[in-house]
DNA sequence: ACCTGAACACCGTTCAAGT
DNA sequence: ACCTGAACACCGTTCAAGT
């Protein structure tokens, strides 16, 4: 038994069953051992998913090329991110309900790092870097809130029934939400979201 | 007993006592009641955190200067979600985890409608009020995240110590997050926020 | 219809006791 | 030190029984 151990068996029931499937008796089960042995080796339940998280981020981060033109790096490490958490979307949830701790200052560090290459002045560099973190960690929510939605059940159903609500909506009280129904079917979660990007780095471009 | 008493019941418990001062059992002993009359008027608790996110998002979209210059009826209600999010903090909590529900549908469709005033054209325009979205679900999300650690504590207090936190972090490591450090004690998050919000307009003025 | 409250099926966490 | 597992202090929700 080791915390290295745990983590990992704890990262499987959290990728094979979503956030729900991580509880405390599940693990001591699949680990074959007892409370006090996990405690031992973890602070608590929080520690656990902090510590898988991190992993996952710690990946992801290893993967940026620094060297690159700092717009490009920008691109792949919010592409980078969008993958892992598309995969794994209880490290969306994590992110977007632990900000200020270790995964999000690394990306928050990297982040910024990476906008002071592309020249962004000043205090103008901070508002940004928060801007763009505020972004990601939005749509990481979101990522997880819609496998929190689906969990199990196809993802595909899931957003045809959401268009097929949508377009039963009253057209005078929601003309822009029904037309957005319509599109739903050709969306691109992972399009959308480098959109928002680009929407971005082009507002950050007009601060210089 | 009716619906009304018991969302407001609920809304003065989170108010006063953050997210986990939300409980059924609290709830009936302030209400002198038992678990079925609330149970009669109301699905389950997550139906009673929507109901009462809603009415906190409804006032702030009734306030929307729906005839004003676009630019600034969005920074009007970025600013007044901001502001009501900031007051009752459950409010970004709520948000963050139940998107394309019905309170952040109504979002969903005044932010869509503005950016079409905008002039934003065709598919951009899908991107670009998915992309403000996020942000702004983002914030809601970092807003009650920050609120959630700090419960009951001093607001300053806490953000002094994070302050202190990354101050203490290698500079070798972490050079961005040590000069971001030195500046939170003069940051002002409606003010950063409102810097994104100007960042993103700027970034969607480019798509035309 | 509307309400009561004991009971159920879960949680995360603790801790005396073992090795 | 490392681990066991009964027990504790909570949850949200149900439902037979009352009015």
New interface residues.
Partial sequence: MSREVIIRAATDLLDSGGESALTLRALTTRLKTGYGAVYHHVADKDDLLAAATDEVVARVLAGVAVDAEPRQALRGLALGLFDEIDAHPWVGAQL?????ESAT?EI??CV??LL?ALAVPG??L??????L???????A??NA??AR?AEGADRAAFLAA?AGRWARLDPG?????R??AA?LPE?DDRE?FL??I???????A??G
């Fill in positions: 977007a309900r632990h900000p200020l200052l928050y560090e910024g790092r002071d205090r103008a901070f508002d940004a870097a928060g801007a973190m505020n972004y990601v960690l939005g749509v929510g979101q809130a819609q939605s959401v009280r929601y003309p822009f939400v037309k957005a599109r969306h959308q959109a928002g680009d929407i971005f780095l082009a507002g950050i007009t601060l």
